[in-house]
C-alpha cells in the first residue's frame, strides 16, 4: 500500500497564496505519475494539475498561469504553489498518485486538505 498525506490547506484572502504539499510513503513502490484534484461542494472531482516522471506537466485551464506544480522524486514528495487564489478555488484538494508497485500500476489517493479563499 502507498500512503499519501496532503498538509497546507487552510484559509486565504482572495489574490493571496498557499503551498500544497503531498508525501508518499509505504514498501516497494516507484511513483509514475502525480498530481492533485480538488472538489468544491456540488460538484464533481476534478484535475488541477499532474506531472508525470518524464516531466510532463498538464494544468486545469482554470489554473494555469497561477498554479505551479513540482516533485521532489528522491522524497517521494509532490507540491502545488497556488498563487493569485480566487474565491472559485475554495475546495477539499487532494493528493493523487500512480505508482507501481510488483509489477502493476495502482492509483492512490490522499485524504484531502481544505483550501477557503475568502475575504
Known amino acids: 500500500q502507498v500512503q499519501l498525506v496532503e498538509s497546507g490547506g487552510g484559509l486565504v484572502q482572495p489574490g493571496g497564496s498557499l503551498r500544497l504539499s503531498c508525501v508518499a510513503s509505504?514498501?516497494?513502490?516507484?511513483?509514475?505519475?502525480m498530481g492533485w484534484y480538488r472538489q468544491a461542494p456540488g460538484k464533481e472531482r476534478e484535475l488541477v494539475a499532474v506531472?508525470?516522471?518524464?516531466?510532463?506537466?498538464n494544468y486545469a485551464d482554470s489554473v494555469k498561469g497561477r498554479f505551479t506544480i513540482s516533485r521532489d522524486n528522491a522524497e517521494n514528495t509532490g507540491y502545488l504553489q497556488m498563487n493569485s487564489l480566487k474565491p472559485e478555488d475554495t475546495a477539499v484538494y487532494y493528493c493523487?498518485?500512480?505508482?507501481?508497485?510488483?509489477?502493476?500500476?495502482?492509483?492512490?489517493w490522499g485524504q484531502g486538505t481544505q483550501v477557503t479563499v475568502s475575504s
Open positions: 506531472i508525470t516522471n518524464s516531466g510532463t506537466i
Open positions: 493523487y498518485s500512480n505508482a507501481r508497485r510488483w509489477g502493476s500500476l495502482y492509483d492512490y
Open positions: 509505504g514498501n516497494r513502490f516507484s511513483i509514475n505519475a
